[in-house]
Structures are given as structure tokens and as C-alpha cells.
């Protein structure tokens, strides 16, 4: 197995663990939310895991990426943004918070018949976990002006392009630009 087949297995391990270990984070915070009234649930352990399995799939993806050429700038702009988170968990000595719940998500499925049109079917609100603001974290003083500019283009890429997102939807944008960049036969 070479560099580029490892990094696409540690991708797809770790996005699918963490799929795995947020929808039963998010489980908890509607469980919890059901019997307390708690909007944001803390599982240090879980929560932790979590995080550290979103890092370890974005650190695959960009290992991935940095290695081919993108040309289009909006695809530049969003891996920019990736490599500032990814940049962060290297470098970043602060905690840090990653993302942040939303209790507003929607998740419907919808079932379409020949006759009368679309159903709706299973519809339920169910909380999401966003990418955070990040403004908080620092840029490290010793870091030299070349690399301090290209942490402000990152992290004006991370504002534009992940702020805000669902962690979910942004693992599954880097997924299809890894299968794209990477196409297997």
C-alpha cells in the first residue's frame, strides 16, 4: 500500500468513526435535552474521542489534497480553509472549541409516489454540530510574517467557506473531492 491508498483508507475509517460518534453524541444531547432541558451536552471522553477522529480525518484529507493541483478557486478557497483547522490542531497550544451544537437542524426523508405527489414521511428536528468561530485562537507570536499571512488567508477561507457549516456535510464535501482528485478504478 502506498502513501496516497493509507491516507484514503485513514480517511474513510475516521470520517465513518465519526459519523458513528456524533450521531450518538447528538442521540445524547436529545436525550438529555428530553429529560433536563440541557441544550449542550459535555461527554469528556466521547466528546473527546470525537474530536480527535474529526482531526485525524481532516489531517488525511489534506495530506491528500496538498498533493494535487486544484484549479478551481473556490475548491482553493474551502482546502485553504480546511488546512487552518488542520493547521490548529497541530499547532494551536489553547483549547479550542470545534464546533458548536445547533438545536435548529431539520432532518426530513420523503417518500415519492406515482400518484398525488411527494410525502412526507419521518420528519423530526434534531440538533447538528456546526464549525465553530475560531476567533479566539491565536496566532503564535514566533510564527515569521510569510507564514502569519498565509494563517489570515486560511482563516479568512475558514470564515467564508466552514464557519457555520455542518461537520457532517463539510467531511462529506472533502469525501467527494477526495473520490474526484482520486478516482479508482
Known amino acids: 500500500m502506498n502513501n496516497i491508498e493509507y491516507h484514503i483508507r485513514c480517511f474513510d475509517q475516521y470520517r465513518s468513526q465519526y459519523e458513528n460518534e456524533y450521531n450518538a453524541y447528538i442521540e445524547n444531547c436529545m436525550k438529555e435535552r428530553e429529560k433536563y432541558g440541557v441544550t449542550t451536552l459535555y461527554l469528556p471522553t466521547e466528546e473527546m474521542d470525537m474530536v480527535d477522529t474529526l482531526r485525524q480525518a481532516i489531517y488525511s484529507a489534506v495530506v491528500l489534497l496538498e498533493q494535487v493541483k486544484i484549479t478551481d478557486r473556490n475548491i482553493r478557497k474551502f482546502v485553504s480553509g480546511i488546512r487552518y483547522i488542520n493547521n490548529l490542531f497541530k499547532h494551536s497550544a489553547e483549547m479550542f472549541e470545534v464546533a458548536q451544537i445547533s438545536w435548529s437542524g431539520v432532518r426530513l426523508t420523503c417518500k415519492i409516489e406515482d400518484v398525488g405527489g411527494m410525502k412526507f414521511k419521518d420528519v423530526e428536528s434534531r440538533p447538528i454540530l456546526l ?55
Open 131 to 185: 464549525f465553530g468561530d475560531l476567533d479566539q485562537v491565536s496566532i503564535d507570536d514566533k510564527v515569521d510574517g510569510k507564514t502569519r499571512a498565509v494563517f489570515r488567508a486560511q482563516k479568512e477561507n475558514y470564515v467564508s467557506e466552514i464557519k457555520g457549516k455542518d461537520c457532517i456535510g463539510i467531511l462529506r464535501k472533502l469525501e467527494n473531492l477526495i473520490r474526484e482528485y482520486y478516482k479508482q478504478d
